[in-house]
């Protein structure tokens, strides 16, 4: 079974430029998620996404980033303007049902803004 | 808000000797689990656990639930080189659907 895939998975930008990211979950999982994990901390959820709907968002900081599923397949996640405080790694995770049925990670992008 | 806190956030280990890492959780879960992550890594799946007293054990590694305490442990014994990572314990609630971690503990084992 192929992994949570991402891409990419580094990139360096300036500060106030915009970046995206892509995710493409495990066939099948339903609900996909996006987390950011700033070094030395646990990941943080961002977005969480069942099929093409959004469930929760409340993380998100809204007026910089923002992140879509059309089709409930694969996802992006973006962030316009970015500021430093934004360098972290940005992990996606699918999962087959939601709770219960188990999350898998991708690798990551890191994302370090100068 | 569901709150997850491990300790410590850092452990020195010496190879052959036995630790523990502790996972608190504020709110009412039954579902823990426990993650481990190499430097510039993703993050690996070690256990799942899924209801009170439940114990799991692989190698080196035994993960506890204890969900009226809300706390979990990670015991490692007889530790070697090849368990140093950061590991994080998440918990999963019945309405949210979603995990949260608690901050890491970095693990580094000494010869």
């Known amino acids: 079974e192929a992994g949570v895939a991402q891409s990419p998975r580094y990139k360096i930008i300036e500060k106030r430029q915009s970046v995206a990211f892509w995710c493409n979950p495990i066939?099948?999982?339903?609900?996909l998620y996006w987390y950011q994990q700033i070094l030395g901390q646990g990941p943080k959820l961002l977005i969480q996404f069942q099929n093409n709907g959004v469930v929760d968002d409340s993380q998100l900081p809204k007026d910089r980033f923002s992140a879509e599923r059309l089709k409930g397949v694969d996802s992006t996640l973006k962030i316009q303007p970015a500021k430093l405080e934004d360098s972290a790694v940005y992990l996606c995770?699918?999962?087959?049902?939601?709770?219960?049925?188990?999350?898998?990670f991708g690798s990551g992008t890191r994302l370090t803004v100068v | 808000e569901l709150k997850v806190e491990q300790n410590p956030l850092f452990l020195s280990m010496q190879e052959g000797k036995n630790y523990t890492i502790y996972c608190n959780y504020s709110?009412?879960?039954?579902?823990l689990y426990w993650y481990r992550q190499d430097p510039g890594k993703s993050l690996e799946s070690l256990f799942v656990?899924?209801?009170?007293?439940a114990v799991k054990q692989e190698g080196r590694l035994m993960a506890s639930l204890d969900t009226k305490a809300r706390l979990s442990t990670l015991h490692i014994t007889a530790a070697v080189h090849d368990l140093s990572a950061t590991y994080f314990c998440?918990?999963?609630?019945?309405?949210?659907?979603?995990?949260?971690f608690g901050g890491g503990t970095r693990v580094l084992v000494k010869p």
């Open positions: 066939s099948g999982h339903a609900t």
């Open positions: 709110t009412t879960s039954d579902r």
């Open positions: 656990l899924l209801s009170n007293g």
């Open positions: 995770a699918s999962s087959l049902t939601g709770r219960g049925s188990g999350y898998t």
């Open positions: 998440a918990v999963d609630t019945a309405a949210g659907n979603k995990l949260t």
